[in-house]
């Protein structure tokens, strides 16, 4: 192997390394600005490219998330501005101001965290059963419905309307502690 196929497949095992670290605070952030799982995918796997072709310019030992993240609002920017062209969406003005929250630093995830926990403790017990049912352990939707003896759809419905109840709540909870 010579010198430089060996700094090429360093090369790539950091870069490798590196985005799988980031990968969840990344794709969040891109979900956040698109807001639909497909389009996110596909900005997703264009920012993830992106980074790779543009890897040799990173500075090792800087911050490879924030670096990231640029690249990544780069590319969601762009994809929002080619949708609004097919259709209405936001303005450049709306976009900058939605690029530049930080919803997945470490600090947000943990205020969100803790605000979805007091939340979720503000549920009933039947509502806090049927959560832990469906997102706690490895059953389908189907499978909690049949132990219920309900409909799938009523378990559905309860879903949403559970998290609608805990998103509310949150967006309560994070807006009063900003207000001290």
Same mark, same amino acid.
């Given at each position: 192997?010579? =010198?430089?196929?060996?700094?090429?497949? !360093?090369?790539?095992?950091?870069?490798?390394?590196?985005?799988?670290?980031?990968?969840?605070?990344?794709?969040?952030?891109?979900?956040?600005?698109?807001?639909?799982?497909?389009?996110? =995918?596909?900005? #997703?796997?264009?920012?993830?490219?992106?980074?790779?072709?543009?890897? &040799?310019? #990173?500075?090792?030992?800087?911050?490879?998330?924030?670096?990231?993240? +640029?690249?990544?609002?780069?590319?969601?920017?762009?994809?929002?501005?080619?949708? $609004? %062209?097919?259709?209405?969406?936001? @303005?450049?003005?709306?976009?900058?101001?939605? +690029?530049?929250?930080? *919803?997945?630093?470490?600090?947000? *995830?943990? =205020?969100?965290?803790?605000?979805? +926990?007091? /939340? !979720?403790?503000?549920? &009933?017990?039947?509502?806090?059963?049927?959560? &832990?049912? /469906?997102?706690?352990?490895?059953?389908?939707?189907?499978?909690?419905?049949?132990?219920?003896? $309900?409909?799938?759809? @009523?378990?559905? @419905? &309860?879903?949403?309307?559970? %998290?609608?109840?805990?998103?509310? /709540?949150?967006?309560?909870? *994070?807006?009063?502690?900003?207000?001290?």
């Amino acid at each position: 192997m010579t =010198e430089q196929e060996s700094l090429e497949e !360093r090369l790539g095992e950091d870069y490798v390394m590196l985005l799988r670290q980031h990968q969840n605070q990344l794709f969040g952030y891109i979900y956040c600005m698109v807001r639909n799982l497909p389009d996110a =995918e596909d900005v #997703f796997q264009q920012t993830s490219i992106t980074l790779w072709d543009k890897f &040799s310019e #990173f500075t090792p030992g800087t911050n490879f998330g924030a670096w990231a993240k +640029a690249v990544a609002r780069n590319k969601s920017l762009a994809f929002l501005r080619s949708q $609004r %062209r097919e259709r209405a969406k936001f @303005s450049d003005e709306v976009l900058d101001q939605l +690029a530049e929250r930080d *919803l997945w630093s470490p600090e947000a *995830l943990e =205020e969100r965290l803790t605000a979805l +926990a007091r /939340c !979720r403790q503000k549920l &009933s017990r039947m509502d806090q059963v049927l959560l &832990s049912k /469906c997102y706690g352990v490895a059953s389908t939707i189907r499978e909690v419905a049949d132990q219920l003896g $309900r409909p799938v759809d @009523s378990v559905y @419905s &309860s879903l949403s309307r559970i %998290r609608r109840a805990l998103y509310d /709540c949150i967006q309560r909870s *994070l807006a009063t502690e900003r207000q001290l």
